[in-house]
């Protein structure tokens, strides 16, 4: 199975910058789309972007042109690097895989093998 661990959460300002790791425990990320979710308090996770095996990228409209997605695959990260933050980016951030065809974001129902996310505050 696929084994996920997020990482590089924390606390930035409105403004500012973070970026988030997500390390695959697998042969190699190379064979999947991968993408970023998030979740806010009460409400339902939420895709953010997605990168397919070939590099390319898909984005929600609320984090266009400030998030950029990105791998390393001879390392097995991904990557979310986070600008512009706003306070309506805090969340608990996952990663995770999409289980059939295609490299959209949502629903959350086509992703699977989640890490237990790492937490990013803007303020």
């Known amino acids: 199975d696929v084994q996920l661990v997020e990482s590089g959460g924390g606390s930035v300002q409105v403004g500012g910058s973070l970026r988030l790791s997500c390390v695959a425990s697998?042969?190699?990320?190379?064979?999947?789309?991968m993408g970023w979710f998030r979740q806010i308090p009460d409400r339902e996770r939420e895709g953010v972007a997605g990168?397919?095996?070939?590099?390319?990228?898909t984005y929600a409209d609320f984090v266009k042109g400030r998030f950029t997605i990105s791998q390393d695959i001879s390392r097995n990260i991904m990557y979310l690097q986070i600008n512009s933050a706003r306070p309506e980016d805090t969340a608990m951030y996952y990663c995770?895989?999409?289980?059939?065809?295609?490299?959209?974001?949502?629903?959350?129902?086509?992703?699977?093998?989640w890490g237990r996310g790492t937490q990013v505050t803007v303020s």
């Open positions: 990168v397919e095996s070939d590099g390319s990228t």
């Open positions: 995770g895989v999409r289980l059939v065809a295609g490299c959209a974001v949502g629903p959350t129902k086509f992703w699977g093998e």
């Open positions: 697998v042969d190699t990320i190379g064979r999947y789309c």
